[in-house]
């Protein structure tokens, strides 16, 4: 596998649910450790970019590239391909049947065929680093979303991904839970992890993002640095969202 | 934590001794049982004064017939545990393949699909009677080579056949229940779509289905009489044998007593298993499980 420093390439991806077209031909560049940010109106295909780049929807047309490696090429196994990206979900999607941490040492042990012990012990230390050591033998039900969305996170993570995708994570907590959840990621992106992710809190992505991209119809309206796109956006389509944004009293 | 958690199944615990006459306090267990006496006893005074009682008696409730046959019918009832076991143990693998299959997704699986839903279509349509007529009267007589020839091993056969196809309904029932976000996060993790399916979607499926299918075991315990009418002997046809010798129809009355005592202690296990699974899911929401009620002596509502 070849090491160059593009984590992550997009190229011309198209994708349509029945009639309707989601994404119109996305191209979408992010280096390694680089934190990129989704923005965009609801439906703009957000969510739907960082599902296709984990391969959990067939795309249409384009390709994905992932550290070198196109990940859309015919006969590639995508449970391989899924182990080096991780997802975060908007529903956080823990097993509710299985306590904390057997969601996070699931993969772990049966993917990457882990020994219990090591699995657990790895585990742990990455709850306890995001502070939830004594949530360990809890079923997720029992924790606050906050929790749950951090033990998500814990578990996308102990796959040590190449790139963790998060969509919307912290749409679904309560207004006063999403700081710790926030708190998680900025420590991520600190350490250098490569992150993509899509998001409604623009106080967020300005402070944590290195490039905010603009979604509308379907393709990249507009990208660049925080202090520009939030600022002084040239399209007219970003200009009237960021509008929005501001009159809502969200940035 | 824990403690948390045995805290609500201790509760629970108490509340399912409670069901009958927890909530009531000590003087309403008294009416209660008063109560009880007087209108029980009034039934029974009606129904025995009543004319042509002594008749009735006589051909249904012998009380030495009765004691006579219970023996017999108790062993002729081991080849009914037996049918049933054996059915139950292979019903619950095979109707489980059945539901995954059927579960399939995509053309490539199509196929698969379709035979699946052919063999649940058929079985459910057709009485399970005939299934075992055909299967447990016709192969024996065939004697084909390396094939079993007894009408045991066919009814089993046969109540498998029928069995399955609404266990496997029962189970797909369940594992569509199971939210698609749940394997969209087990196969974002690098699982298989086998892995997701074992250690996600199946637990998850089979939980919740647990008191449908122990309906279904109690419809197969009853299910296992009909094998009477292909020659083996268990207990039906053992009451059919005893009650036609005496002209007399006190061993039905037994064998159905059988069948009660049978049936009723799995059918509690279910309402224990329903209730436990609401309170389950509401405790994480609410902190404690319903409340409940007495049901027959009426528990005052809170």
Redesign the interface.
Known sequence: MSRTSEALVVEGLRKSFGQLEVLRGIDLTVAEHEVVALIGASGSGKSTLLRCI?L?EEIDAGRIVIEGQEITAPGIDV??V??R???V?Q?F?????MTVLRNVT??PR???RLPQAEAEGRATALLERFGLADKR???P??LSGGQQQRAAIV??MA?QPDILLLDEITAALDPELVAEVLDVIRELAAEGMTLVLATHEMGFARDVADRICFLDGGVILEQGPPSEMLVAPREERTQQFLKRIIDAGRL | MTGEAHTTRDELHARRGSRLFGRLRSNGVMIATLSTLVVFGAIGFVVVNAPGWERVQAAFFDPELGMRSLPLLLQALWVNVQLFVLAEVTILAFALLLAVMRSLPGPVFFPFRLMAISYIEFFRAIPGILVIFVLALGVPGLRLPGLPNDQFTWAVVALVLVWSAYVAEVYRAGIEGVHASQEAAARSLGLSRFQGLRYVVLPQAVRRVIPPLLNDFIGLQKDTALVSFVGVVEIFSRTRIIAGGAFNFTPYIVCALIFLVLTIPLARVVDYLVARDRSRQLAGALGSGPARRGRLLGGSPR
């Open positions: 984990n959990l449970d391989r899924r182990r990206i991780g997802i979900f529903s999607n823990l097993f509710p049947h699931l993969a049966k993917v990457l033998d809890e079923y039900d029992r578990r996308a796959m």
